[in-house]
């Protein structure tokens, strides 16, 4: 037996070990070539440290089987009747009343205090006054939040929450008193919404796409009728998209640190276009090399492209990204989008790019190439959306840097 | 790097076991050599530049006691003494100008008004370890407890080797010494220690640092925590260091195991003591053990004519046990604490009493001693200690709040098995499983594999959790 034990254990750990190297090459590999590459930049020990650091952080992020244990880890929790687990990373997730999952600390309170930010309204103020000045049409969209109108909801006395209702709501004010179009889909929700909170993924921080799809529905009503843009109020219809509906398919940011033994994972639409759709998609990536992607096809196949058995919100079109450009074959009306967003614009941005002749989606925590008033000249854009949730505002600078290249984060 | 680590666990610890029993197998030599790479690979993984220290530490060590023991051959003593003398002095140096110069001149400055400043040195992973075993090394050449060793690579691992390196047992050397060239590596002592290192993952990763969520929690905002929260927080750092150092000691035992070495042992339920006496000779065992040997004893101990020397000696000894842990006056206080407690125990004799009732209430006195002692520790400031007591008295506060009905109810599991887990189990298992040998290796073999994948589950899931004793 011992030597069986001894066996078992010395395989457990060489496996391990084998499989998360050959599994995760690419991580080790790229991390290490990245401390090669800047090595003139640093001292011979920093240079050392920084390579420990980046094989123990590819160790950690590529382990093998990372998710598997991840949810015995959740099993386990749930077995023993925990609300609040510790995540992956250290983060704090908890299940409120309506097993719904949520970012927090242990705190004594929720904090409704959340405001706005002065230096926020003005760039976006300054930004919309450039746009208009050329005649391009702008508008400023508040995506929803999770965490908004917490006081409707029943959560440990302990857990410590942000509630983002007041931010969305003084900047939906501010902004309208510079003469900003806004666009409040956080209020407007609320406003139409049975239950709120029944809006947004259970695993995930962000809205359901069911919702999104409502989000996008509003976004081109105003375009339209609040800012007279030359777009197909048709397309806007429920009837001309279909809803598959994939169950248990998704597994949301909060829902991945705690796994799916804690808490199941959401189920996940795909509305996709009745009518006939040909979109041509592009956009740059690569560590060693930037290469170009692009594809041509219709809805389906550009925006779902292979879609695996478990599907991510980013499954829209792209997860975030410096820069995406769709070009609709089906459409010549002219009308040239520029959607500056965070990731809940993600499944909006496909079906606007059905909505518009030319889209280009940029996010401008990773776009550091071109300030955006410069985009706008140099692409002939004939609307800008900016759209982001409450939780963006002000605490990003490089979000609201549209008048020069920010260097990111 | 940490035991309770992926890349210790799925990285470092294979290879290290590939080397030592593939490549290196048939040479003693090369396995040691190999050895004191991987430890010196292991230490420098937590900061290249403090390298350099602990190879200084090797070399002046190693030529010291060479110098010692050629003295002795030639019978100089007082050269042998000076040249003992100088090692001393270079150990404790090293310490004092990286642990404890930053503490000094702070308390300088404020008591005689001056302005002394000095950058800010950082403190080098496990530097009151390795001085302290460089120490023993040198004092059991000089007491001729141990060979000098001729080859400095061998000096070296002993001094670093990384089951040991970061955070004890201090491996005294009298006790290692003859392990370096004729230590037997065996299934039996492989699969004990592989039993030994799971046990202590175990520890530390399912419950030390579960624990920890609440005592760090409760320390970091006792000012306005309620009566029984201060206590859930008091009692779960209690344990949470208990599972924390005994289980990172239990890795280190494991792990010598399974390259032939055998260390002793640390800890040996320290919670059950009746004494605090009691409760020295079952906590950190070699810190302890060393103080013992190389302090205490030394001092005269307890043999000498006056009982005011018996105090002095065991004042001194806990004066310097306080000060090892840490440049802090909580630190010192908290030594102070022990001195008080166990000289008050030698003047009542309460520790060595057999009667029932006294031994009862010598168990619940020294857990408070020990659960008040901890707050001490594991506070920022004496002030702070100070009013975190309070709380424990409920001092102007509430008696019980929300965020502690929560805790309990959410850590009821943790904190039940935490408390059992302080009992002997293991031995109690061994003892009424010795008939039923089949069935006891079949059920040690599952249990350990279901710890093993829970601890990886945990460590998993857990980005960074150093262990307590890493500041030391």
């Given at each position: 037996m011992k030597k069986i034990g001894i066996t078992v254990f010395c395989l457990y750990l060489v496996l391990g070990m084998i499989l998360t190297v050959s599994f995760g090459y690419y991580s080790f590999g790229t991390g290490v070539l990245d401390v090669f590459k800047s090595?003139?930049?640093?001292?011979v020990t920093d240079s050392i440290d920084r390579l420990f650091s980046s094989v123990e952080g590819s160790m950690k992020s590529d382990f093998w089987k990372n998710g598997e244990y991840i949810n015995l880890y959740g099993g386990i929790q749930k077995a023993v009747g925990r609300k609040v687990v510790i995540g992956s990373n250290g983060t704090t997730v908890f299940k409120n009343q309506e097993n719904s999952l949520y970012f927090g600390n242990v705190s004594s309170k929720i904090d409704y205090s959340s405001g706005t930010s002065e230096k926020v309204i003005e760039r976006v103020a300054d930004f919309s006054a450039f746009c208009q000045n050329r005649n391009v049409k702008f508008s400023y969209v508040i995506a929803p939040c999770?965490?908004?109108?917490?006081?409707?909801l029943e959560f440990p006395a302990v857990i410590g929450l942000t509630d983002y209702t007041g931010s969305a709501d003084k900047t939906e004010e501010a902004l309208t008193a510079k003469n900003v179009p806004v666009l409040n889909l956080q209020r407007m929700l609320h406003d139409e919404s049975?239950?709120?909170?029944?809006?947004?993924f259970s695993t995930d921080h962000h809205w359901k796409i069911e919702t999104a799809f409502w989000g996008f529905q509003r976004i081109g009503e105003f375009l339209r009728n609040?800012?007279?843009?030359?777009?197909?109020?048709?397309?806007?219809?429920?009837?001309?998209y279909s809803v598959k509906k994939l169950k248990n398919a998704m597994m949301g940011s909060e829902g991945a640190r705690v796994g799916k033994w804690y808490h199941p994972k959401d189920d996940y639409a795909l509305i996709s276009p009745l009518y006939d759709t040909a979109l041509y998609r592009k956009f740059e990536d690569g560590y060693l090399e930037t290469r170009s992607y692009e594809k041509t096809g219709n809805f389906d196949e550009v925006v779902?492209?292979?879609?695996?058995?478990n599907v991510s919100?980013?499954?829209?079109?792209?997860?975030?990204?410096d820069c995406i450009y769709v070009d609709?074959?089906?459409?010549?009306?002219?009308?040239k989008i520029l959607l500056i967003k965070d990731s809940f614009a993600i499944p909006v941005s496909a079906w606007l790019s059905c909505f518009s002749d030319e889209l280009w989606i940029v996010d401008l925590r990773y776009q550091?190439?071109?300030s955006m008033y410069d985009f706008i000249e140099n692409h002939g854009i004939d609307t800008v959306i900016v759209m982001y949730n409450p939780q963006s505002f002000g605490s990003l600078d490089s979000m609201y840097c549209f008048d020069s290249v920010s260097k990111g984060n | 790097m940490v035991f309770s680590s992926l890349i210790f666990l799925f990285a470092f610890l294979p290879c290290c076991l590939i080397g030592y029993y593939?490549?290196?197998?048939?040479?003693r030599k090369w396995q040691n050599y190999f050895l004191l790479i991987c430890s010196l690979l292991f230490y420098s993984w937590?900061?290249?530049?403090y390298t350099g220290l602990i190879l200084l530490s090797i070399l002046i060590n190693w030529l010291m006691a060479l110098l010692i023991d050629n003295s002795g051959k030639k019978e100089k003593k007082n050269e042998q003494l000076a040249w003992l003398t100088i090692a001393v002095i270079f150990n404790i140096a090293l310490l004092f100008v990286f642990k404890y110069v930053n503490f000094t001149v702070d308390n300088l400055n404020a008591l005689f008004h001056l302005d002394i400043q000095i950058k800010e040195i950082a403190l080098p992973i496990g530097i009151s370890f390795f001085t302290f075993q460089g120490m023993s090394y040198v004092i059991d050449v000089f007491r001729k407890h141990g060979e000098a060793l001729k080859n400095p690579l061998e000096v070296g691992l002993y001094i670093s080797?990384?089951?040991?390196?970061?955070?004890?047992?201090?491996?005294?050397?009298e006790t290692v010494a003859d392990q370096i060239h004729n230590r037997r590596e065996t299934v039996d002592l492989f699969s004990n220690g592989i039993g030994r290192f799971i046990i202590g993952l175990g520890k530390k990763a399912i419950l030390a640092n579960t624990l920890a969520v609440i005592s760090d929690q409760v320390f970091s905002q006792y000012y306005t925590a309620s009566g029984l929260s201060a206590w859930l927080g008091a009692i779960a750092y209690t344990l949470q260091i208990y599972f924390d150092f005994s289980g990172y000691s239990d890795m280190a035992i494991g792990l010598g195991k399974m390259f032939g070495f055998t260390f002793e042992e640390?800890?040996?339920?320290?919670?059950?003591?009746?004494?605090i006496t009691e409760f020295w000779r079952r906590w950190h065992i070699s810190m302890g053990t060393w103080f013992r040997d190389y302090v205490y004893f030394p001092l005269g101990g307890s043999r000498v004519s006056s009982k005011a020397r018996v105090i002095f000696n065991l004042f001194v000894v806990w004066m310097l046990t306080g000060i090892w842990h840490g440049a802090n006056w909580t630190f010192i206080l908290w030594g102070m604490l022990q001195f008080l407690v166990i000289f008050l125990e030698r003047m009542t004799k309460i520790n060595k009493s057999t009667s029932k009732g006294l031994r009862c209430f010598g168990h619940i006195y020294s857990l408070l001693v020990v659960i008040f002692g901890w707050v001490l520790f594991n506070s920022a400031s004496v002030l702070s200690a100070w009013d975190y007591i309070k709380s424990m008295f409920f001092v102007g506060i509430p008696l019980a709040d929300d965020y502690f009905f929560f805790a309990i109810k959410e850590n009821a599991v943790v904190l039940v098995l935490s408390v059992l887990c302080c009992f002997p189990l293991i031995p109690w298992l061994q003892k009424n499983n010795r008939k039923e040998k089949q069935w006891y290796g079949i059920g040690r073999f599952v249990v350990l594999s279901l710890i093993m994948v829970v601890a990886v589950a945990y460590v998993v899931k857990g980005a960074f959790n150093p262990f307590i004793y890493f500041n030391f």
């Open positions: 090595f003139s930049d640093y001292s999770k965490s908004a109108y917490l006081d409707e049975s239950n709120y909170a029944s809006d947004f609040d800012l007279g843009c030359r777009l197909d109020s048709s397309l806007l219809s429920s009837d001309n779902f492209g292979e879609l695996g058995k919100y980013g499954s829209y079109i792209s997860f975030d990204r609709n074959l089906n459409n010549n009306s002219g009308e550091q190439k071109e | 593939g490549i290196f197998r048939k040479s937590g900061g290249v530049k080797f990384f089951p040991q390196l970061i955070a004890g047992p201090i491996v005294r050397y640390n800890f040996d339920h320290p919670y059950l003591s009746s004494s």
